[in-house]
């Protein structure tokens, strides 16, 4: 079973960038549909972007959209999502999952079988 290790969380002003990097092991990493999920205090967890097994296809939330890139690097067995133009409503604890099923289903976390720990993100205004 893959295990997932995110990274790269922490405290930045609105209107900067953080890049989170969440690495996997135990499996076989192209197997997955890789996607990033938050949870922001008092609220349910959301959808922020998945990737497809080879990379090629993309989605993102609507409120992240042209502001967030996912990208995967095979020959590191990571995922990586780019955050520029950081908002306080960015502020959430980020989670990394994947899923053995169909990329089509990506948006449900219900779809991911394993998760990672999780890592803060503050925006501050």
């Known amino acids: 079973q893959v295990q997932l290790v995110e990274s790269g969380g922490g405290l930045v002003q609105a209107g900067g960038s953080l890049r989170l990097s969440c690495a996997a092991s135990g499996g076989t990493f192209s197997r997955y549909v890789m996607g990033w999920f938050r949870q922001a205090p008092g609220k349910e967890r959301e959808h922020v972007a998945s990737i497809s097994r080879g990379g090629t296809a993309r989605d993102y939330a609507g409120s992240v959209k042209g502001r967030f890139t996912i990208s995967r690097d095979g020959a590191k067995n990571t995922v990586y999502l780019l955050m520029n133009s950081l908002k306080p409503e960015d502020t959430a604890v980020y989670y990394c999952?994947?899923?053995?099923?169909?990329?089509?289903?990506?948006?449900?976390?219900?779809?991911?079988?394993?998760w990672g720990q999780g890592t803060q993100v503050t925006v501050s205004s």
């Open positions: 999952a994947a899923s053995d099923r169909s990329f089509t289903d990506a948006r449900s976390g219900n779809s991911y079988g394993r």
